[in-house]
């Protein structure tokens, strides 16, 4: 993927258990030529498979917590990794005590990569290249987190226009310039990169609540994302629920999004209570707060890019 892009794969998008159309929890993130996986419910590998994915390089797994439909994908995941043929490290980032789960599963013997397991009470869950992942502590009764995928600052625009008339041949002086440096023209003149390259552009910022009922944690922590994917696990009809097993509803999410000014709203984690018909009650709910609430279904893939400045542009494609 380019700088400014990024590809997000909903693997499954249910709750507790699964049903005909909405398999656990799993979400694949694709940033900067590298892949991360946000929670692994069960039958997660086998999704990926569907979605035609390159897990080999996937960079790390992020689980939010210790619940069993946001984990129990796991060990199957690990195993079918190493019958792929994984030899280089995987970073798997989650609660304290997602390590002696870690260490629980190596059931058929030692795998041929190493797991790097990173406390999610550190903070600072993974640096990627050309990103950051950080974790945020998020309200759902144990220990858990959302995580936030911050997309280093983008490069400033280059005006060819502008380097031809001042002289600027195609070449190494231009990508100097690029690259922040001034050059020297042939007739003495010094061009800084100011002068064809416009300021830096944010780069992307996506945004994951895990399983929470509403925090100002993951308010502040959501502050002018691109995307941010939240659970809706109930409808406003079963707030009493929501609260009573720390969960969101739909209109708690759409709060969230709101209070934080987010560009963008998927709402995913649906009880099965609801059916897909049952859903609309949701995502009308949400977008009496929020307009930019969409619903994710099982294998919708996100593709969004920045293309000027900070605005951003979203495309929807179902894989299925």
Known sequence: MVKGSARVTFLGTGASSPTKNRWLPGILVRIRNEFLLLDCGEGVQYRILTAGLRVNKLSAILITHLHGDH???LPGLLESL?????IKPLT????????AFLESLRLRGKLNYEIVFVSARDKLAFRGEGYTVKAVAVMHGLEAYGYVIVEDPLPGEFNAARAEALGIPPGPERTRLVQGYPVTLP????VHPSEVVSPSRRGLKIVYSGDTTPCTTLVEAARDADLLIHE???SSGHVNEAENSFHSTSVDAAQTAQKASV?????THFSNRYSEGDLSQ??????SIFKETFLARDLLQLELRRLYMNGLTI???NLS
């Open 82 to 86: 190493n019958n792929w043929g994984r």
């Open 232 to 234: 809706a696990t109930f």
């Open 263 to 267: 560009k963008f709203l998927f709402l």
């Open 315 to 317: 495309w929807f494609n």
């Open 282 to 287: 949701l995502l009308s709910e949400a977008r």
């Open 71 to 73: 984990v129990y994908g």
């Open 187 to 190: 007739n003495g003149r010094v």
């Open 92 to 99: 798997v980032v989650g609660p304290q005590d997602l390590l």
